[in-house]
Structures are given as structure tokens and as C-alpha cells.
């Protein structure tokens, strides 16, 4: 809470400290008859301090120094200890305050605070006892300010936790719809991952206590903290197994990986038994696996990272500023880096940093996603020499179209293409260039059409164009320039000047037509254009395709180059 306290700092009352454990026979007159003659430890109130809990807990003896005085005073320790701490003084019966305590008069967010009784200008001791406490002691700094003071500075930590607690439940919800959406369990995943990070936190800093209000975790938030710490790193594990595509960039890691995954959740189970051995047992594994856990995470990512995968360094950026975080606090515990109480703060807010980099990461993972299969579908509906519309996506989209205009009385044209003498053009100079050919009336084609119109390669040399919003007079304008433009490029088909055309038959949609049935006539009409001189455009007519479909069968035993 110090980030908030720095405006306020001249209202702070000055202390001095000193503390020891808890031993048999004490009474609070004795450690304050100690205090005074200089029997116990003395630390600086103002910087982290561990004290000891297990057994009967430690003593702390707080005094004001005499050179000022605050009216109203409280005295807050920061961060929140999770067990419970007593206040005795000479006016008032001993009072227990925790974290988790609903009914106190004077909460703390973050914190735990006490009103310190007045004794007119005597700067009285303060003594506080540390309860015992399965918990792990963090270290704690005091602070003895005024009241308006620590409202304050108690009012900005609540609206920065606030605020980065809502930024990770927030991204932690979209993921989960957007599991759901997509039906990719990548994005669970991390749901599952930042939820358990919250609860961490929220357990941590007292936030799901004051002021959520889950009184019903008083007793079991040890239970609960470190059962979301080892899921945390579960979910984090099956998490990067996927987003950084570990099977691809780093197959060797990912049975370690996923080994995580799974391993942390036994443990929690374990540790849920209630058997004795079972539960010191996990224990006594969870830390050694937490540490392992975090950096095989880190040296996955980092190795997925660097042999290409994107998103890896979504995670890198997110996780590290953590993981780090995570070792100072570790080191804190030890009694290092004592002047440093803006780590617990610190946490919160690249928890929430880490929140959204990830969610970039995941909305990056999709983009990509979506453009690989946009890449695979385009590859699957175009025709691989041409790349227009292949046989079986032309029609496909031709089908809709029909369906989307049926009952528009929007006009639709459907032009049926053929390559003239190009049996004769493969034979005699080859495969190659017939593709070539077929590569430069294609470009032609799809220069002359809209955008909008459907083009497609429909087999060999036949080409089929779908054209929308077209009479049939504008529809016969636009087969006559593909004629001319064909033509034009003066492809060669054998040594007597014989060059490339293009036959068009047109169908107008009537009503009641199909796609069959509308290829089916201007295929007629091409036919018309191919026994009546080839290299032009005709458009259907009943009574000159009944006649041209008489002729068609004696052409296709007689002349089978189209």
C-alpha cells in the first residue's frame, strides 16, 4: 500500500520496533517490561519483517516516537496477515482482529488496521501478538497515521485492486464465451489459468474478504490458496501446450508439459484427503513442483519462442514480469529486500497486465487461425492453374446466388465458354502449352468480369461465368469483348495461322430454372456457336437449339475437336 500512502507520507507517525517469539510464562506486562529494558529484537517498522507463527507465535512492540502526534490514530499492517493478531492495552480488554473478521468496526482493505487508544500526550507502547497460524508468516511493515489519512491511501488501494481484479475476471469471462463460440479448449484454459490467479490474489490481499465478503473461507483460505496456486500452474501448462503450439515447436517438451498439467491437480487432491500422510506428502511436494513447474513453463516458451511460434512470445511477455515478481516475494519471506512492500501490489497489477497481453495473444492465435483457414479454403476452391473458381465451388456459389435472387426478379446471365481447336493446340505443341493458354484466357476473363461475377473453370477448356444484375443485351455486350479479347491475344494453335477463339453460349434465367437447367441451355448455345462458325457469342433460343441438338450428335461423330 506504500504506491498510495506517498502524498499522505508527512501524516505518518514514526515508530520504533521490536519483537520475539512467543514463549511460556509471558503476560504482556513482561514483554513490555523487556521492550523497555532493551531485551528484544528491534527492527524498523517502515520495512518488511517476518515473524515467526508456528508454534506460539511473536510478540511485536510498536513505539510512537515523541516527536509528533496524530489524532485518531491507526495503525495498519500491510499486507493483510492471514491469520489473526491481537492488540492489548491498558484501557480496553484484549481485541483479535483477522482478515477475514466481518465484525470489526474498522476494516482495511489490503490491510489490517487497528484503532490505537489515546493516552493524552504519552506515547504508550503498542503490543501486538501474531497468533499462531498453519499459514506461511509473510513479512509485514506498519504504518501509524491519522484516520482521514488512512481512509486515503485505503480508498486507492481498493480502486487500484478493484480495477485490476475486474480486468482479469473480464478477460477471464470473454475467454470462456469465446470458448464456448469456438469450441476451442485453449481459451478454457486460460479462463481456468487467470481465475485461479484471482483467487491467489484475492486470498493474498484479503480482497475476497473485505470487501467481497466470503466469510464462508475463513479457516480454509490456506486450503484454498495453495490448491489455486498449483491449479494455476495446471491450467498455465495445459494453456501453453496449445496456444504455443508445443506439439509443433517443441514436440521433445510436450510430454513434460502436459505431465504438469496433470501432476498438479493429484496434488491438490492429495492434499484434500485429510490423511495425514497423504497431505504432508503434497506438502511436501508442491513448492519443489511449483519452481520446476514455472521455470519448465518458462523454458517451453522461450524454445517454442525462438524456433517460431507468435504466440510463445505473448507468453514470454506476459508470464516473465510474474515469474519474477513471484522469486522477489519468495526472497522476501527470507528476509531480503525489506524495503521493497510494493511487490504485493506489484502482483495484482501484472496479473492484470499479463491478463490482457494473453488475451492479445489469444485474439492474435484466432486472427491467424482464421487466416489459415481462409488460406485452405481458398487453396480448396480455386483451381490450381487458373485460380478461378474450381468445378465444385462455382457451383456451390453459383447455387447461392440463384438461391439469394430467387425471388428478386433480379436478371441473371450465365455465359458457357469454350477454347476452340484446343485439342488441336495440345497436340501439337504439348501439354505445357495448352496451360499456358489456358493461364492467359483465364487472366483475360477474370480482367473483363466484375469482381462480383462468378468465374470458374468448369472442366478442360470450358470456362463457365455467372453474371448478375445483367439483361440480356448488356450480357451479350460482355461475351463479345471475352471473344474479341481472346482473340486478340493471338495465341498460336498450329503453323497456318489458325489462333485461339472462344465460343459463348447465353442463358437468361427463367422462371422455374435451376443451375442444371440453365447450364444445360447455354451449353446449347455454345454448341449453336460451334456448328455455325465458332468465335462468337449466341444466346439461347428454343427453336435453334432443338435444330443444333439434331446436328450435335452427327458433329460428335464426325468431329470430335470441339
Not at 468448369?458 to 448478375?468: D, N, P, Q, R
Amino acid at each position: 500500500m506504500l504506491w498510495f500512502s506517498l502524498v499522505l507520507a508527512g501524516t505518518d507517525l514514526p515508530l520504533r520496533g521490536a519483537w520475539r517469539e512467543v514463549t511460556q510464562g509471558d503476560t504482556p506486562a513482561s514483554v513490555i517490561a523487556a521492550f523497555r529494558q532493551g531485551d528484544l529484537r528491534a527492527f524498523v517498522p517502515s520495512m518488511l519483517q517476518r515473524f515467526p507463527r508456528d508454534d506460539r507465535g511473536s510478540w511485536v512492540v510498536l513505539q510512537p516516537l515523541p516527536n509528533g502526534r496524530i489524532e485518531d490514530p491507526v495503525l495498519s499492517i500491510y499486507p493483510a496477515p492471514l491469520g489473526s493478531v491481537t492488540l492489548y492495552s491498558e484501557d480496553a480488554p484484549p481485541r483479535s482482529y483477522a482478515v477475514n473478521d466481518q465484525d470489526a468496526s474498522l476494516h482495511g482493505h489490503g490491510s489490517l488496521a487497528f484503532h490505537v487508544p489515546v493516552n493524552g500526550d504519552r506515547a504508550d507502547p503498542i503490543l501486538l501478538k501474531f497468533e499462531p497460524s498453519n499459514s506461511l508468516a509473510a513479512p509485514e511493515r506498519f504504518t501509524l497515521q491519522s484516520m482521514d489519512a488512512f481512509l486515503q491511501a485505503d480508498s486507492n488501494w481498493l480502486t487500484f485492486a478493484t480495477a485490476c481484479f475486474a480486468i482479469m475476471v473480464a478477460m477471464a469471462l470473454m475467454a470462456f464465451c469465446f470458448a464456448i463460440m469456438l469450441r476451442d479448449v485453449t481459451f478454457a484454459w486460460y479462463t481456468g489459468y487467470m481465475l485461479c490467479y484471482v483467487i491467489v490474489q484475492g486470498i493474498q490481499t484479503g480482497y475476497l474478504f473485505q470487501p467481497l465478503g466470503m466469510t464462508w473461507l475463513a479457516g480454509s483460505e490456506v486450503l484454498f490458496g495453495s490448491s489455486a496456486v498449483a491449479l494455476s500452474v495446471s491450467f498455465a501448462a495445459l494453456f501453453v501446450n496449445r496456444f504455443c503450439d508445443i506439439q509443433r515447436y517443441a514436440p521433445a517438451l510436450r510430454v513434460p508439459i502436459v505431465a504438469l498439467g496433470f501432476a498438479m491437480p493429484l496434488i491438490v487432491l492429495l492434499r484434500c484427503t485429510g490423511v495425514h500422510e497423504l497431505v504432508v506428502m503434497a506438502q511436501t511436494l508442491i513448492n519443489p513442483v511449483l519452481i520446476l513447474g514455472a521455470l519448465l513453463l518458462l523454458l517451453v516458451a522461450l524454445v517454442a519462442g525462438v524456433r517460431g511460434s507468435r504466440q510463445a512470445w505473448f507468453f514470454l511477455v506476459g508470464w516473465t514480469p510474474l515469474l519474477v515478481l513471484t522469486a522477489m516475494t519468495s526472497a522476501q519471506a527470507t528476509g531480503a529486500l525489506p524495503s521493497l512492500d510494493w511487490l504485493n501490489d506489484a502482483s495484482i497489477a501484472t496479473g492484470a497486465f499479463e491478463a490482457v497481453v494473453l488475451s492479445l495473444g489469444l485474439a492474435d492465435r484466432a486472427l491467424t487461425m482464421r487466416h489459415d483457414r481462409d488460406s485452405v479454403r481458398v487453396l480448396a476452391d480455386r483451381d490450381a492453374l487458373t485460380n478461378t473458381f474450381n468445378r465444385r465451388a462455382w457451383t456451390e456459389a453459383a447455387n447461392r446466388l440463384l438461391s439469394d435472387t430467387a425471388n428478386t426478379g433480379r436478371p441473371i446471365a450465365l455465359l458457357f465458354l469454350d477454347l476452340d481447336h484446343f485439342k488441336v493446340l495440345n497436340d501439337l505443341q504439348g501439354h505445357s502449352a495448352g496451360d499456358r493458354a489456358l493461364v492467359a484466357v483465364a487472366d483475360v476473363l477474370t480482367n473483363e468480369l466484375r469482381p462480383t461475377d462468378l468465374l470458374g473453370r468448369y472442366g478442360g477448356e470450358e470456362f463457365v461465368a455467372m453474371l448478375h444484375d445483367v439483361n440480356q443485351e448488356h450480357a451479350m455486350q460482355v461475351a463479345t469483348r471475352l471473344c474479341r479479347r481472346v482473340h486478340r491475344l493471338e495465341i498460336p494453335v498450329d503453323r497456318a495461322e489458325l489462333l485461339l477463339s472462344v465460343s459463348i453460349g447465353l442463358a437468361m434465367r427463367s422462371m422455374g430454372d435451376t443451375l442444371e437447367s440453365l447450364i444445360e441451355r447455354a451449353d446449347q448455345a455454345m454448341y449453336y456457336v460451334k456448328l455455325h462458325g465458332r468465335n462468337h457469342v449466341h444466346a439461347y433460343e428454343r427453336r435453334a437449339e432443338i435444330l443444333c441438338a439434331l446436328q450435335r450428335n452427327g458433329h460428335h461423330k464426325h468431329n470430335p475437336d470441339k
